[in-house]
């Protein structure tokens, strides 16, 4: 099919029969056709090539079909892609057991699923079942998906309101905020569930000593800690985990995005032994997946915690990060009226704008420009940019220049405004 046809084609199935409105904005911001994509670049349906620095909302930190993930997963094709359920499976054996061993703390028994909502619903409803009580503490502008439940514990009314009446017993503080969060805690908390660097909420970094004071509070209550990892896990921080910059661990935590490898889609929730006993003791078909822990995606997993780990992503995160911030930071000098803020750690960053609307036009510019971003869910002030952790210094240095002729053609845009 020809070019303009085959995108004309699927821009009016996309109007038709997925979402108008959502196709009419993604028209906007100058997406074409996704036809392929390697490394860190994607291409379009005219061939045209972008950095990817949106990574899949973070699915993508080894880069787009890394070699060794792909391997692993065209020979488990080969073999036995699904599971016939009744039997035991050697990768869902595998890749507990090694995230047994890499998760921080006492995190031991891991439930397979699909997505990064069904990984948070899975931790909301153990801890509920484990604890017997009905209390939730979540935070404002938080994102832990967009099913009922956990919809429930999203902090944005803007998706929540709708749906409601939801899952009742959901508390929302302010995040970052210690005292608020302590306060909260109280002994009909099942959970407290937080996010260690919030994502969709506009990459907001909370103050050293919070995750810690979340633990405390728990401990205090016998309340359960649960921290969606769904997106600053496997490296994107820096850190193997985001929770290992503090040093703190969770009773249960949710992951997906990157840990299928970019791959496979896969979600997990790995949790204590004791959380295990209290909700499985009496039934071990307390919860299930038909999918879950499906032969493919599990190859990939386990591909990629060896990756993540050989390569060290997480190092290379933390290094590649700090560079990059550092030349954000020197963007916004030349900027201050545009840009309000930029912060991050690794290679999870966000850069906030002192005005609404301007993402739009910046998200526009930098695919322009060939460079691929996207602002965050709940805070459309801020666009975030979480590349491949593969990425090299000099897609780093094409990214910075991208974003710093966007904000100048923005710039220019506005005067003509005034
Ligand atoms: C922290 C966090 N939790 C949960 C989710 C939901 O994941 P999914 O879109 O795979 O359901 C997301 C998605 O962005 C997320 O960032």
């Known amino acids: 099919m020809e070019r303009d046809a085959l995108y004309q084609d699927v821009y009016e199935k996309y109007m038709n029969f997925i979402n108008p409105n959502l196709a009419k904005l993604m028209g906007f911001g100058g997406f074409g056709v996704e036809m392929r994509a390697e490394g860190c670049y994607i291409y379009d349906h005219e061939g045209r090539q972008f950095l990817d620095c949106l990574g899949g909302y973070g699915t993508f930190s080894f880069g787009h079909r890394h070699p060794r993930i792909i391997d692993a997963v065209k020979r488990q094709l080969d073999i036995m892609p699904l599971s016939g359920k009744a039997f035991f499976g050697q990768n869902a ?8 061993e890499l998760t921080p703390g006492d995190l031991k028994v891991s439930f397979f699923c699909n997505s990064g909502t069904e990984a948070v619903e899975a931790c909301l409803k153990l801890a509920k079942g484990a604890t017997g009580r009905v209390k939730i503490v979540s935070t404002e502008g938080s994102y832990h998906g967009k099913t009922l439940g956990a919809l429930a514990a999203t902090g944005r009314a803007k998706y929540r309101k709708k749906f409601e009446p939801l899952m009742p017993g959901v508390e929302f503080v302010p995040y970052g905020d210690v005292e608020a969060l302590v306060n909260a805690v109280d002994d009909q908390t099942a959970c407290v569930i937080l996010e260690p660097i919030q994502g969709e909420g506009g990459i907001i970094v909370p103050p050293d000593g919070y995750l810690r004071a979340a633990r405390e509070a728990c401990d205090k209550h016998g309340a359960l800690l649960i921290f969606d990892e769904v997106q600053t896990g496997m490296g994107r921080t820096g850190y193997r985990f985001g929770c ?64 993540l780990e050989e390569e060290g992503l997480a190092e290379r995160s933390r290094i590649l990060g700090e560079r990059m911030l550092a030349g954000f930071r020197k963007i916004q000098a030349k900027f201050p009226e545009l840009l309000a803020d930029v912060r991050g750690r690794g290679l999870m960053i966000g850069a906030e704008f002192s005005m609404d609307e301007v993402g739009e036009v910046v998200v526009a510019t930098l695919m322009k420009h060939g460079v691929c971003v996207a602002y965050t869910l709940n805070n459309p002030r801020v666009l975030r940019f979480e590349p491949p952790l593969t990425v090299s210094e000099e897609q780093i240095e094409k990214a910075l220049a991208a974003f710093e002729d966007g904000l100048l053609e923005t710039q220019s845009l506005l005067a003509l405004l005034v």
């Open 244 to 307: 290992n910059h503090d040093g703190v661990a969770p009773d249960l935590m949710s992951l997906a995005k990157a840990i299928g490898g970019g791959v496979m889609p896969l979600g997990v929730a790995v949790y204590t032994e004791d959380v295990y006993n209290k909700v499985f003791g009496e039934n071990p078909l307390a919860h299930t997946s038909t999918f879950g822990g499906n032969p493919l995606a599990c190859a990939a997993g386990l591909e990629a915690l060896a990756v």
């Open 93 to 100: 054996a595998n890749l507990a057991a090694k995230l047994a």
